[in-house]
């Protein structure tokens, strides 16, 4: 998957709490298993009004957001069904980041397995994103993933907190795939030997 070092962008508010993972790609796209053609289903059935007209007042319908690559949302994000669809729609709409108080705990490891990176922040702290992203192009938000730092365009600081492991993971772009590679000499130390045990499997 690509590596998360540092991202620079735009971060478009969500204010909506328990945006289920329906809410973000409904079940109707889940026929495919690319990852690619899903930003056309991202939010659809609240970003669309009842004639199926854009809703001006959703955020990634904005002219300001149309090109966001961090979401500042409201608590339990992506909570609901399992579906490895949401972070793979998110990425393909160029959103790399969602930053809220809380995540629901599928969604929260099927970001970290596919490169997107949820991150944690308090109350407080989200309230100041909150107001840096309602600014619209005219500020960006910087993430460092390596200092776990969330800089605001007046030079505000956030510091989060992740897991050692998955920050790895994230800053050499590993997947479960590429972890498994890394451990190839001593899969086939184990199939030599099993071979040698027993000839006859």
Aim: charged letters at 30%.
């Amino acid at each position: 998957m690509e590596k998360f070092t540092k991202l620079e962008g735009v971060a478009a508010p969500i204010k909506m709490v328990n945006v289920d993972t329906d809410m973000i790609i409904p079940a109707d796209y889940l026929k495919t298993l690319k990852r690619t053609g899903l930003a056309k289903g991202l939010f659809s059935r609240i970003r669309k009004l009842p004639d199926g007209s854009e809703d001006p007042d959703f955020a990634l319908n904005k002219p300001a957001y149309k090109n966001a690559k961090i979401l500042v949302a409201e608590d339990n994000f992506g909570c609901g069904s399992s579906r490895e669809h949401a972070p793979w729609a998110l990425l393909d709409a160029g959103i790399r980041c969602v930053i809220s108080t809380q995540f629901g705990d599928i969604f929260y490891n099927n970001s970290f397995k596919n490169g997107l990176l949820p991150i944690k922040v308090s109350k407080e702290d989200l309230a100041k994103l909150f107001d840096d992203a309602e600014r619209g192009a005219n500020a960006t938000l910087s993430i460092d993933l390596e200092k776990q730092e969330i800089r605001g365009p007046d030079g505000g600081v956030v510091k989060f907190e992740i897991d050692p492991h998955r920050k790895k993971c994230l800053l050499n772009g590993l997947d479960d795939i590429e972890l498994t590679k890394q451990k190839k000499s001593k899969i086939d130390a184990f199939e030599a030997k099993s071979k040698a045990a027993r000839p006859w499997a």
